[in-house]
């Protein structure tokens, strides 16, 4: 695997979009030609050499391709977006987009990502060891599509409307989360290892969310179903189970109703 | 003004009957000329196609309904609407394109007007704000009147002569265009909770039918003498088994004479056809109908139709036909608006999805392309997306390349997932007809200007005539062979002149040239008894106040009036 090393030499005025900063575009391509890709701050287009130093050519494939950032990214959107396979890895915090709609590869951010990140994921791993903004695994604005795939994982906290009309995948935030989460939610599964504060659930017709810490405020529409014994994301304990949101629209499987699950560690 | 030669270009013209030939085309301040000066600027077209600007027929492309689809849809301007670089401004949606964006791309294609297809007549001012802020092209609005309050009390008692004075009004107070008509009777049926789906159920309370609503309106507009004739999205739109209703629809012409000045033939403009030639009864049985409805079509000569072809993209359904809408929100439980216009009409919007992977889409997308392929006669016939219905006019290109290559239709058709139930519920594998370039400007210039009453400037090419000119970068003689070499040439015209100005080069925006907003005042007698009835509407039941309802100059200060006397009818 080649790696392109790239030193953040100028924070720009306003953001700059690094819808090009990705192991599929980088493919194929030696440093001078990947300083020349385009980018747009504001309506102005400019490269990716104005604003980093590069080093290193890129693999012939994205696989092959490992991307490293150093330099503060926080006025960066859109690293990692849309990849598909291959590696990176920013040693900072960034600005929105980060790792939306990726499809494969790894990406890593060692600081806080902003929100709108990891938007309609479709594969792949997304860590961030930071904290996270808010509509983290939504889907866009006014899209109906959200997360559909991959893991998403954020060891610190993460905002508001997380997960909003996930469809897939995993999604798990290791400290705690603000209001509205799996709102819409159709399938795949959340893991809240902190505290959720209030609206879990809402308007849920499948899938699953896991609350280790308390609920600020429960839906109303959720009800107490069961108690179990599971194993969540390498924590084995006592879960209570509720089914909901019953406001919602369920579909029918094999003649039985399918809700939406919640769980809240015991 | 500059003045222009363009030498020998293969010249397409059914005004001129102009099949390739080669001719050159001068242009002097703003017009074609026999001749221009020895200063002429030389335009090389060798080995390159000339066409006449081309006119949209109907689409959706300013109002309110359009701007509800911009702003509940933010997701359809996410991607690819950074700026371009030159003069235009940041470009952005698919479906639901800004006005900049909308105003670059029917000029990029070669156009030089587009017709707002639904105008509701109490927001007028908000259709003429964005008509006003759309660049290059010049734009109409039809106001919809198969809705409204005053229309059906006039109809029912067989006042054509009221409802005519109360068009005349309306089109005056909102600078509109001409007649639009849309689910006759069913959009007020729907504040009732309920629809009208075929051209004989009464609409409740006014107990008025679709038959009798198009049939006044008919009467109006030839009472009126207007440019255009009345254009009608017809009842039960997008229902399997509709094409009878179709039938029915279409026959209301038989027997009606055009009465105007401006050279228009039909008395009836049957539009986005495709929605309205299905057959089965269900969504398991859906299939084409289109022969059967073009059989008729071909033979009934003072109608005119357009095609709304299905684009198999993404889309953002738009129209005032609100109980459509929300029977599609039913289907496919997306997002729903639905927008009710006081005295007057309704509209709905919902996103929707033609994916080729789906039978119904695909057979749509069949239908669309039957309907042009069965037209005999091009200058009745025009293609239209029913932008953003079917499809983004943006998609214009690909349409063409599927008329015009039977190659390029099979290749799409053959691949689609259920090929075989999909060429078993339509003809279109049967039909060999290629669009030819001649006919493609007869679709989309000199056809549809006609139907608009504009042939007298637009649409062609000959001496005299408006220099609104598109040359595209296609050799008559090497037509291109693949999709998307097709695509390419009618979606980056080499030159677009809008009144005689260079507004598009090698697909790129140079000018904005000289926009204008056409509209239609007819004069008629005075009528005391309509101008009462409009008094006392305002004051029991509309909202606003009658001296806040009018258009003002200001919201179109480039105004074309076309005018016509209907004081001697």
Known sequence: MNTVTMNVNKIPELYFECENVNPDTFAGKKAAEIAALKGYQGKKISTLGEYFTITGDAGATAADTKIVINGDCTKMKYIGAKMSAGEVVVNSSTDMYTGSWMTGGKLLIKGNVHSFCGLAMKGGEFTVEGNAGNYLGAAYRGDWRGMSGGVLRVKGNAGSDVATFMIGGELIVEGDVDIHIGTHMEGGKIIVKGNANRRVGGQMVKGEIYVFGNINVMMPGYKYKDEVDLEVDGTKAKFIEYIGDLGERHPKKKGEMVYGKLYMKK | ?569
């Not at chain 2, 007549?121 to 908000?126: D, V």
């Not at chain 2, 296609?474 to 037509?479: A, G, V």
């Not at chain 2, 080499?494 to 598009?504: E, Q, S, T």
Request: charged share 25%; hydrophobic share 35%; with cysteine.
């Open chain 2, 1 to 569: 003004m500059s003045e222009y030669i363009i030498k020998n270009g293969h010249v397409f013209d059914p005004v001129q009957g102009l099949k390739g030939d080669k001719a050159d085309i001068s242009v002097k301040d703003g017009k074609i000329v026999d001749k221009a000066g020895s200063g002429a600027k030389v335009i090389d077209a060798k080995g390159k196609t000339v066409m006449a600007g081309a006119l949209e027929v109907h689409a959706h492309v300013a109002g309110p309904k359009v701007n509800a689809g911009r702003w509940y849809r933010p997701e359809d301007k996410h991607f690819d609407s950074h700026k371009k670089p030159g003069i235009t401004r940041i470009e952005g949606g698919k479906s639901i394109p800004t006005v900049f964006k909308t105003g670059y791309e029917y000029a990029r294609m070669g156009f030089t007007f587009a017709m707002e297809a639904a105008m509701p007549p109490l927001y007028a001012r908000h259709v003429h704000e964005e008509i006003h802020d759309t660049p290059i092209i010049d734009e109409a609005a039809l106001p919809v009147f198969g809705n409204n309050w005053f229309v059906f009390e006039y109809l029912k008692n067989k006042e054509i002569e009221n409802a005519a004075a109360y068009i005349s009004w309306v089109m005056r107070q909102t600078k509109g265009y001409g007649i639009k008509v849309v689910n006759p009777g069913g959009t007020e049926a729907w504040a009732w909770g309920l629809n009208c789906l075929t051209i004989n159920d009464p609409v409740p309370y006014f107990d008025i039918t679709p038959a009798e609503i198009m049939n006044g309106l008919m009467a109006a507009n030839e009472y009126l003498g207007l440019p255009h004739s009345m254009h009608v999205h017809q009842n039960s739109l997008g229902n399997p088994g509709n094409y009878e209703v179709t039938l029915d629809t279409l026959k209301l012409a038989e027997g009606v004479k055009p009465k105007n000045n401006f050279g228009r033939e039909q008395v009836m403009h049957s539009t986005h056809l495709q929605f309205h030639s299905y057959g089965g009864d269900n969504w398991g049985n859906f299939e084409s109908k289109a022969k059967e409805v073009m059989d008729y079509v071909n033979k009934q000569d003072n109608i005119t139709i357009d095609t709304g072809n299905v684009t198999l993209d993404e889309t953002t359904t738009m129209t005032a036909d609100g109980p459509f809408e929300h029977h599609l929100h039913g289907l496919n439980h997306l997002k729903w608006i639905n927008v009710d216009v006081e005295l007057e009409t309704a509209a709905g919007v919902v996103p929707y999805i033609y994916d080729p992977n789906i039978k119904v889409c695909a057979i749509q997308w069949c239908i669309g392309l039957e309907l042009a392929l069965y037209a005999k006669d091009p200058m009745r016939c025009f293609i239209t997306t029913d932008h953003p219905n079917a499809g983004p006019f943006t998609r214009y290109p690909r349409v063409y390349s599927w008329l015009m290559s039977k190659k390029v239709r099979d290749e799409r058709l053959n691949t689609f997932k259920n090929a075989d139930k999909v060429i078993s519920a339509t003809n279109l594998a049967e039909l060999d007809r290629e669009i030819t370039l001649y006919e493609l400007a007869a679709m989309t210039r000199a056809g549809p200007a006609k139907a608009l009453g504009l042939s007298k400037d637009y649409g062609g090419l000959k001496p005299g005539m408006n220099a609104d000119i598109a040359i595209y970068d296609i050799n008559p003689d090497k037509f291109p062979s693949s999709g998307p070499e097709i695509e390419k040439a009618f979606g980056n015209a080499a030159y677009l002149f809008k009144d005689g100005k260079i507004c598009v080069q090698d697909g790129k925006i140079v000018d904005f040239g000289n926009k204008h907003t056409f509209w239609v005042d007819a004069k008629v007698k005075e009528n005391k008894l309509v101008v009462r009835d409009i008094r006392e509407k305002f004051l029991r039941y509309y909202s606003v106040n009658e001296a806040n309802y009018p258009v003002p100059e200001s919201y179109a200060p480039h105004q074309h009036i076309i005018t016509v006397d209907a004081t001697q009818a």
